[in-house]
């Protein structure tokens, strides 16, 4: 088997347990021990999330040992990185889902790369990274092991100070890319390793090559998404499946006060309409059914979208896509009509908030009137809406919520979910601090109107509250779910009874007065709707 320069690995899931303790320790009134009680339910005396307790019941009615997971559906970051290396002379291979593809993972070891580069995309801390690490340690000891994405990216924003060293030593490669981009790093350091040169030659890494974490000289990239399309024809089938993730473009078009990622990752950058259209006709040849585009949001600019929709009627490829979708800039009804004609199946709706006052200050550029109109034309257009809120941001009330509430009540998205305000440091709203009294991090802070652990009780209230409308889950499930679960032939409909039923399992549970045989009965009725899911086989087994 010829040489193998690089592999990539996409992501590691981790152990739901973990996750369980990990909340816990956070106590029991905190964002997260109240998120983690809305995405789990308690199967044979063991806590898991949803698509594990759908795993767990079909293979005990069908004898079967099948993994449904959405990571099946081929991680995007670690195609993209592929894709690129192979492109550029570099030999390359990639994993998607650490957990399931270990054995895989395993076998590329034996081919001895040069280097390994571990991906971070969605990652909040260091844990999940050190397994892979460790594993490729101890099956290929003399690869080069990198980590770069987001999560090396924010680490070292403000440079190696002795708490960031403290991480790199504890994650365990051997360099870090530190570029919001990275692919061009990747490739000069594979061709780095690969004939010997000094590390030093290669921008945006750090490394200890003199025992002491250091950054070589910054090289910012701008990378073209013309000529960084993926050659989907390049790819095997089973790294494909009915469902496919892709990109059109780079960064985000505005400037929301909760989040950093345009200052991380620099201006809106698009790809042309005639590239995506040299990408769905390989993902239709190669008999993909579902494309789901990552962009945060691709209905902007909206001319763009329309020519994107026009070109979807124009190939008729039989493909259905998904796509984050901002209603405040579908302007006219022409929009939502291109989009249905176009293949449109479902949009993630980035909400946040039915109260106006709580847009203004989060400064979305958007009205609770924009929002109800375009959830009006996507539900009569039979497409399927998720939308996500914040509960918490500052200026939140017992007020706003009940606004979010009826919104949600009155609208009617399929899906909702809300979690309480993550409260980023590095986000514009941090630099009105004073003004809002912010104190704290994360899940723990507090500013002039709410506390997290207020904003925590809001969301199990609006859980409740919320009747219109269906919740779901976060913990490996979301959103990305619906494509995944689509092309394994399980329909929005089927799945809404199943998280009907979850839902108020997980709301009789949470009632300390429920009886022992309300919960069998629900449990019962939970069982019976899973095992008459008809999907198509997994690709992953447990």
Same mark, same amino acid.
């Given at each position: 088997?010829?040489?193998?320069?690089?592999?990539?690995?996409?992501?590691?899931?981790?152990?739901?347990?973990?996750?369980?303790?990990? $909340?816990?320790?956070?106590?029991? @009134?905190?964002?997260?021990?109240?998120?983690?009680?809305?995405?789990?339910?308690?199967?044979?005396?063991?806590?898991?999330?949803?698509?594990?307790?759908?795993?767990?019941? +079909?293979?005990?009615?069908?004898?079967?040992?099948?993994?449904?997971?959405?990571?099946?559906?081929?991680?995007?970051?670690?195609?993209?990185?592929?894709?690129?290396?192979?492109?550029?002379?570099?030999?390359?291979?990639?994993?998607?889902? /650490?957990?399931?593809?270990?054995?895989?993972?395993?076998?590329?070891?034996?081919?001895?790369?040069?280097?390994? %580069?571990?991906?971070?995309?969605?990652?909040?801390?260091?844990?999940?990274?050190?397994?892979?690490?460790?594993?490729?340690?101890?099956?290929?000891?003399?690869?080069?092991?990198?980590?770069?994405?987001?999560?090396?990216?924010?680490?070292?924003?403000?440079?190696?100070?002795?708490?960031? =060293?403290?991480?790199?030593?504890?994650?365990?490669?051997?360099?870090?890319?530190? !570029?919001?981009?990275?692919?061009?790093?990747?490739?000069?350091?594979?061709? %780095?390793?690969?004939?010997?040169?000094?590390?030093? =030659?290669?921008?945006?890494?750090?490394?200890?090559?003199?025992?002491?974490?250091?950054?070589?000289?910054?090289?910012?990239?701008?990378?073209?998404?013309?000529? $960084? #399309?993926?050659? #989907?024809?390049?790819?095997?089938?089973? @790294?494909?499946?009915?469902? $496919? @993730?892709?990109?059109?473009?780079? =960064?985000?078009?505005?400037?929301?006060?909760?989040?950093?990622?345009?200052?991380?990752?620099?201006?809106?950058?698009?790809? =042309?309409?005639?590239?995506?259209?040299?990408?769905?006709?390989?993902?239709? !040849?190669?008999?993909? +059914?579902?494309? *789901?585009?990552?962009?945060?949001?691709?209905?902007?600019?909206?001319?763009?979208?329309?020519? /994107? $929709?026009?070109m979807m009627i124009e190939e008729d490829l039989g493909l259905h896509w998904y796509s984050y979708f901002?209603?405040?800039?579908?302007?006219?009804? !022409?929009?939502?009509?291109? %989009?249905?004609?176009?293949?449109?199946?479902?949009?993630?709706?980035?909400?946040?908030?039915?109260?106006?006052?709580?847009?203004?200050?989060?400064?979305?550029?958007?009205?609770?009137?924009?929002?109800?109109?375009?959830?009006?034309?996507?539900?009569?257009?039979?497409?399927?809406?998720?939308?996500?809120?914040? *509960?918490?941001?500052?200026?939140?009330?017992?007020?706003?919520?009940?606004?979010?509430?009826?919104?949600?009540?009155?609208?009617?998205?399929?899906?909702?979910?809300?979690?309480?305000?993550w409260a980023n440091p590095k986000s514009p709203v941090y630099r009105q601090k004073e003004i809002h009294?912010?104190?704290?991090?994360?899940?723990?802070?507090?500013?002039?109107?709410?506390?997290?652990?207020?904003?925590?009780?809001?969301?199990?209230?609006?859980? !409740?509250?919320?009747?219109?409308?269906? #919740?779901?889950?976060?913990?490996?499930?979301?959103? #990305?779910?619906?494509?995944?679960?689509?092309?394994?032939?399980?329909?929005?409909?089927?799945?809404?009874?199943?998280? +009907?039923?979850?839902?108020?399992?997980?709301?009789?549970?949470?009632?300390?007065?429920?009886?022992?045989?309300?919960?069998?009965?629900?449990?019962?009725?939970?069982?019976?709707?899973?095992?008459?899911?008809?999907?198509?086989?997994?690709?992953?087994t447990f």
């Amino acid at each position: 088997m010829a040489d193998l320069d690089c592999v990539i690995v996409g992501y590691n899931d981790g152990d739901f347990d973990d996750y369980r303790v990990m $909340c816990e320790r956070a106590g029991a @009134q905190s964002p997260e021990m109240q998120i983690f009680r809305k995405e789990h339910l308690v199967v044979d005396d063991r806590a898991m999330p949803l698509m594990e307790v759908i795993n767990t019941v +079909r293979n005990k009615a069908t004898g079967r040992s099948d993994r449904y997971h959405v990571g099946e559906v081929f991680n995007l970051a670690s195609l993209y990185l592929t894709n690129y290396l192979r492109r550029h002379g570099v030999s390359a291979e990639p994993i998607s889902l /650490f957990s399931c593809e270990a054995g895989r993972l395993v076998d590329l070891l034996e081919r001895k790369p040069a280097v390994v %580069a571990v991906t971070t995309t969605f990652y909040v801390n260091i844990v999940p990274v050190i397994p892979v690490v460790e594993l490729i340690r101890k099956h290929a000891p003399d690869a080069h092991i990198v980590v770069g994405g987001p999560l090396v990216d924010n680490l070292c924003r403000a440079g190696i100070t002795d708490g960031v =060293s403290d991480q790199l030593w504890a994650m365990g490669a051997d360099t870090y890319v530190v !570029e919001s981009q990275g692919e061009r790093t990747l490739h000069e350091l594979c061709v %780095a390793v690969k004939h010997g040169h000094d590390l030093d =030659s290669v921008g945006n890494l750090v490394h200890a090559g003199s025992g002491e974490w250091k950054l070589t000289r910054r090289a910012p990239e701008a990378n073209d998404l013309d000529e $960084c #399309w993926i050659d #989907w024809s390049r790819f095997r089938d089973d @790294q494909l499946g009915a469902t $496919c @993730q892709t990109r059109t473009a780079r =960064s985000c078009a505005f400037k929301c006060s909760f989040c950093d990622y345009p200052t991380r990752a620099g201006a809106l950058t698009l790809a =042309s309409v005639d590239t995506v259209r040299r990408e769905m006709r390989l993902l239709a !040849e190669r008999g993909v +059914r579902n494309v *789901v585009f990552v962009d945060d949001t691709f209905n902007v600019p909206p001319k763009r979208f329309k020519e /994107f $929709c026009r070109m979807m009627i124009e190939e008729d490829l039989g493909l259905h896509w998904y796509s984050y979708f901002r209603c405040s800039n579908a302007r006219d009804t !022409e929009t939502f009509d291109l %989009a249905a004609q176009s293949g449109c199946k479902g949009v993630f709706l980035g909400i946040e908030s039915g109260d106006d006052d709580v847009l203004n200050n989060m400064n979305k550029l958007a009205q609770d009137a924009q929002y109800r109109s375009g959830i009006k034309h996507l539900n009569e257009r039979g497409v399927t809406t998720f939308a996500s809120i914040i *509960v918490g941001f500052p200026g939140e009330t017992e007020r706003s919520v009940q606004n979010t509430i009826d919104f949600l009540n009155e609208t009617k998205p399929t899906f909702w979910r809300s979690q309480a305000w993550w409260a980023n440091p590095k986000s514009p709203v941090y630099r009105q601090k004073e003004i809002h009294g912010i104190e704290g991090r994360g899940y723990q802070w507090k500013h002039r109107t709410m506390t997290s652990e207020e904003a925590a009780g809001h969301c199990d209230a609006m859980f !409740e509250r919320v009747t219109e409308s269906v #919740w779901l889950p976060l913990y490996d499930f979301d959103f #990305w779910s619906l494509p995944y679960l689509d092309g394994k032939n399980v329909g929005v409909d089927d799945l809404t009874t199943v998280l +009907r039923t979850a839902q108020r399992l997980m709301s009789e549970r949470d009632h300390r007065n429920a009886s022992p045989q309300t919960l069998e009965k629900t449990f019962g009725e939970l069982d019976r709707q899973i095992t008459a899911l008809n999907p198509a086989p997994a690709k992953f087994t447990f």
